[in-house]
Nanobody, 115 residues
């Protein structure tokens, strides 16, 4: 069973923090770069962050740079997204995915930032 299973998400106040997790199974996780995307209602899916296979290189969307951190633990087959200084505009469904074929996505996690 090739899959990505997400956990985390929820409701947080502006300025708060949240950590998303994505656990991989059924493939050699350490061979793949991983990304987090998000999609807010009525908006296009946005690439949020990417990390290379070994965890040595990361890239972020300008909208989250300095606030979000992507990381991975290849021994545990998990990729994380640490979200700090959250803003209402971060509200979206967040998805993890691997860079490669076939297409593979997590089930999504709702993140709501509201007072």
């Amino acid at each position: 069973q090739v899959q990505l299973v997400q956990s985390g998400g929820g409701l947080v106040q502006p300025g708060g923090s949240l950590r998303l997790s994505c656990v991989a199974s059924g493939f050699v996780f350490r061979y793949f770069a991983m990304s987090w995307y998000r999609q807010a209602p009525g908006k296009e899916r946005e690439l949020v962050a990417t990390i290379d296979d070994a965890g040595g290189s990361t890239n972020y969307a300008d909208s989250v740079k300095g606030r979000f951190t992507i990381s991975r633990d290849n021994a545990k087959n998990v990729v994380f997204l640490q979200m700090d200084s959250l803003k209402p505009e971060d509200t979206a469904v967040y998805y993890c995915t691997r860079w490669g074929v076939p297409d593979l996505w997590g089930q999504g996690a709702q993140v709501t930032v509201s007072s």
